[in-house]
């Protein structure tokens, strides 16, 4: 079960890292701590990634989706659409409704 899991993880990370990189890619040498360059060592080791750029993508692309505000995800945008497309009622039919009266 537990092997599973982490195949599907696994296929679920590399799929987000392409999608990225077929995207644009850009290099860039960059210096960081030492307690960060652990941490991306371990998301490397437990999602069995090639390299720290994968590490990074990664940490990126989940912070974006857990942090960013939501009106700069796509997701975000299509719920809007549909809410826009909804049913909205006027305000004397809202207090009639609500109130019962005008």
């Avoid at 960059?30 to 590490?55: C, F, H, M, P, Y």
């Avoid at 940490?59 to 945008?77: A, C, D, G, N, W």
Wanted: aromatic share 10%; net charge positive.
């Amino acid at each position: 079960m537990a092997a599973s899991w982490k195949r599907k993880r696994k296929a679920y990370i590399s799929r987000i890292y392409y999608n990225i990189c077929d995207v644009y890619m850009v290099q860039a040498m960059i210096s960081i701590a030492e307690n960060t360059n652990r941490v991306l060592n371990i998301v490397k080791a437990k999602l069995g990634l090639k390299d720290k750029s994968q590490a990074i993508d990664f940490v990126v692309h989940e912070y974006e989706q857990s942090h960013l505000e939501p009106s700069l995800r796509p997701e975000y945008k299509a719920k809007l659409a549909g809410i826009m497309k909804g049913k909205h009622l006027s305000r004397k039919q809202f207090l009639k409704k609500v109130f019962g009266s005008e």
